[in-house]
DNA sequence: TCTACTGTACTATATAAGTAGTACACCGCA
DNA sequence: TGCGGTGTACTACTTATATAGTACAGTAGA
């Protein structure tokens, strides 16, 4: 059970790191993703929250399964996290990060300075 | 029930909230912040939940009771947030939106677009 | 003193999340 | 055919959240 963060569900922060995964290059279209029980282990999280992760990703199109040999990474799944990730970063990410920056007192010049 | 996210528990966000105000100055050093049950109805949620709250933030050094009367905001509240956001602002956020940007293909100069 | 507010402390219920374990059906390969 | 790995579907238990309601003690002011 190594480093989860307690603020948010473990299945969908594992959710993300397989996004990333898929975005890094690690997982590509058509490639197979660990089996549930192999993921569990490499992990240390219990086998049915590996489960609820690939349930998750299922549904938003981003893997599909085939009985008895394993979940896959689909066609499409890049652009699809992708598109998800750059709105979400554009509308509420970067938003988010204006107004602390503005309420932190911390200039843009000091914030693209740790942006490298 | 108003705007909250699903993802983070209410009384956190709430907490936030909190301390978003102290630091646009709705809620100054000493003065007093709206009791439980003001702010469960102001807000739509369960007494208790406010109850959680205030617990959290008087953990924190934020606020302080006193029986009878209500909560107040600590001398040195406004010291404790800006310590913790600075620090989280700097080593978890900003390293997290530079991973991003970089995983997006989302270029400096296009952040520094949209923070104004 | 009385009243209306305050924090505080309970009990009870419901749901989501996570763990633990078992069982069964499907698939490829020897 | 049999075996091992795969997804799938359960039950059971625990904990954290959130709600709902009640009760009691401290405080200020009429």
Redesign the interface.
């Known amino acids: 059970m190594t480093d989860f963060r307690d603020?948010?569900?473990i299945y969908?922060q594992m959710a993300d790191r397989i996004c990333?995964d898929i975005?890094?290059g690690k997982y590509t279209a058509g490639e197979r993703v660990p089996s549930v029980r192999e993921l569990s282990v490499m992990l240390g999280v219990n086998a049915n929250t590996v489960v609820r992760t690939y349930d998750a990703l299922t549904s938003d199109g981003i893997i599909q399964t085939r009985r008895g040999l394993g979940y896959f990474v689909t066609d499409d799944a890049r652009d699809r996290i992708?598109s998800v990730?750059?709105k979400r970063?554009?509308e509420e990410?970067?938003?988010e990060?204006?107004r602390?920056?503005r309420?932190?007192g911390?200039s843009?010049d000091e914030?693209?300075e740790?942006?490298?």
């Open positions: 603020d948010r569900a969908l990333d975005l890094y992708l990730r750059r970063f554009m990410i970067l938003p990060v204006a602390q920056a309420l932190l911390i843009a914030i693209l740790h942006l490298k």
